[in-house]
C-alpha cells in the first residue's frame, strides 16, 4: 500500500489533550513499552475519528498492524467516554443558561433493509438516533446515547429523560415539530394556516433562534466518522461521546 503525508483539520490543544489522557492511563494500568507512543497514538485516534481513516489506511501510515490500530483506537475512546458528562452532570451547566436548544440528528450505518429498528422512516435510510443538546450561542453541551433509527426524537428525548431534567430545573427549551406535544418547558412552532398574529411572530423567530443547534449538528458531522459509522451499534454512543469530549478543546 503506497503512503503518503497528510493533515487533519484540528488544533495542536486537542493532541496534546488526548495525549495527556492517554499517558495517564498508561501510568494507571502500569504500561512498560508500546509500538506508538502515547502522543502518536493521539494521532492515530484522532485521524480515525475526524478524518474517518480506516484500520488498514491507519495501519500502513503508522506502520503497525491492524489489530493494534483496533486496540489503540478502542482505548482512546473508551479513555474519553470516562470523561462525558452524563445528562445529570450536563445539567449543572445547563441550569447557568438562559435556555437551551435541543435536536435530534440521525447518524447514518451500514446496515441492510431487514434491519427495520435502525431505519428512518423521516430520512429514508438506516441510523442511529442521537439527541443534542446547546447553548444559545450554539455550544455543544451533552449528547445522548445512540438508539436505533426507527425511534422517534420525541419518544427518544422522554426515554433519555430530557425533557424531565428541564422541566425540574425549569428551564426553557427550544426544538422543531418533531417535539409536538412534549409539553413543559418545550416551545415548538405552532400549527395551522390560520393563526393568531402573535402566534405567527414565534413562528418567524422560533427558525432563527433554533437554527444555532442546526449549526452545531453540522459541526458535530465534521468528524467524519459519524458520517458513516461501520462499527458495532454498541460502539457508537462511546463514538458520540468521545466527540463530545474532543468538540471543547478543538472549538
Known amino acids: 500500500m503506497l503512503v503518503y503525508p497528510s493533515s487533519i483539520d484540528l488544533s495542536s490543544r486537542t493532541l496534546r489533550f488526548l495525549t495527556g489522557q ?3 492511563r498508561r501510568q494507571e494500568i502500569g504500561t512498560r513499552w508500546r509500538r506508538l507512543p502515547a502522543a502518536r497514538q493521539a494521532l492515530l485516534a484522532l485521524a480515525h475519528l475526524r478524518c474517518g481513516d480506516t484500520y488498514a489506511q491507519l495501519a500502513a501510515g503508522f506502520g503497525i498492524g491492524i489489530a493494534t490500530v483496533y486496540r489503540y483506537i478502542r482505548e482512546a475512546v473508551e479513555a474519553l467516554t470516562a470523561l462525558a458528562p452524563s445528562l445529570a ?3 449543572k ?11 435530534g440528528t440521525l447518524l447514518p450505518i451500514a446496515r441492510i433493509a431487514a434491519d427495520t429498528p435502525y431505519y428512518s422512516g423521516k430520512h429514508k435510510r438506516h441510523g442511529m438516533n442521537v439527541q443534542v443538546l446547546t447553548d444559545p450561542f450554539g455550544r455543544l453541551l451533552w449528547t445522548s446515547p445512540a438508539l436505533p433509527g426507527a425511534t422517534h426524537d420525541l419518544t427518544a428525548a422522554r426515554q433519555h429523560g430530557i425533557i424531565e431534567a428541564l422541566a425540574d430545573a425549569g428551564l426553557k427549551c427550544w426544538a422543531d415539530k418533531a417535539y409536538q406535544g412534549a409539553g413543559g418547558p418545550v416551545r415548538v412552532p405552532f400549527r395551522g394556516s390560520r ?15 433554533r437554527c444555532l443547534g ?10 467524519r466518522l459519524p458520517r458513516k459509522l461501520r462499527s458495532s451499534t454498541n460502539r457508537i ?9 474532543l468538540h471543547h478543546p478543538s472549538a
Open 93 to 103: 451547566t445547563i441550569r447557568t443558561k438562559a435556555f437551551v436548544i435541543l435536536d
Open 89 to 91: 452532570e450536563a445539567m
Open 22 to 24: 492517554l499517558t495517564a
Open 214 to 223: 442546526e449549526r452545531t449538528i453540522a459541526t458535530l458531522k465534521g468528524w
Open 237 to 245: 454512543t462511546n463514538v458520540v461521546k468521545a466527540v463530545l469530549v
Open 195 to 209: 393563526l393568531k398574529r402573535w402566534k405567527r411572530r414565534h413562528n418567524t423567530t422560533h427558525p432563527k433562534i
